[in-house]
């Protein structure tokens, strides 16, 4: 669905997260991930970071950080929160597999 890059930046750790929307909640959820895209682009730690919709009530998140820092300040930032203060409401199965580490291809 959207992605921000920081480029010049190279990533060590990720969060791949995946939410499975209540029934009628889907469009609710495609809007909070696609609004979510400028507060991932102003989190400086924050160097990449994905929205994608599996199937039409499935949705995943990948984003990934440069040190263990950024990563920590996301999962304390405002998308996260919202996340999680709407989950019960809107995507009660979200699931994260949060300390996943990030391999790239040196050049």
Same mark, same amino acid.
């Given at each position: %669905?959207?992605?921000?890059?920081?480029?010049?930046?190279?990533?060590?750790?990720?969060? &791949?997260?995946?939410?499975?929307?209540? $029934?009628?909640?889907?469009?609710?959820v495609e809007?909070? &991930?696609? /609004?979510?895209? $400028? &507060?991932a682009n /102003? /989190?400086?730690? *924050?160097?990449?970071?994905?929205?994608?919709? &599996?199937?039409?009530? *499935?949705?995943?998140?990948?984003?990934?950080?440069?040190?263990?820092?950024?990563?920590?300040?996301?999962l304390t930032?405002?998308?996260?929160?919202?996340? %999680?203060?709407?989950?019960?409401?809107?995507? $009660?199965?979200?699931?994260?597999?949060?300390?996943?580490?990030?391999?790239?291809?040196?050049?």
């Amino acid at each position: %669905m959207t992605l921000s890059n920081k480029q010049g930046v190279q990533v060590s750790v990720g969060i &791949l997260a995946q939410m499975k929307a209540k $029934p009628g909640k889907e469009a609710a959820v495609e809007a909070f &991930l696609r /609004e979510a895209l $400028p &507060l991932a682009n /102003e /989190e400086s730690g *924050t160097t990449v970071w994905f929205a994608i919709k &599996l199937d039409p009530s *499935t949705f995943g998140i990948f984003d990934a950080f440069a040190a263990e820092a950024g990563r920590n300040a996301h999962l304390t930032g405002p998308i996260a929160g919202a996340l %999680m203060a709407n989950a019960a409401e809107c995507c $009660p199965r979200l699931r994260a597999f949060g300390r996943s580490m990030c391999w790239q291809q040196s050049s």
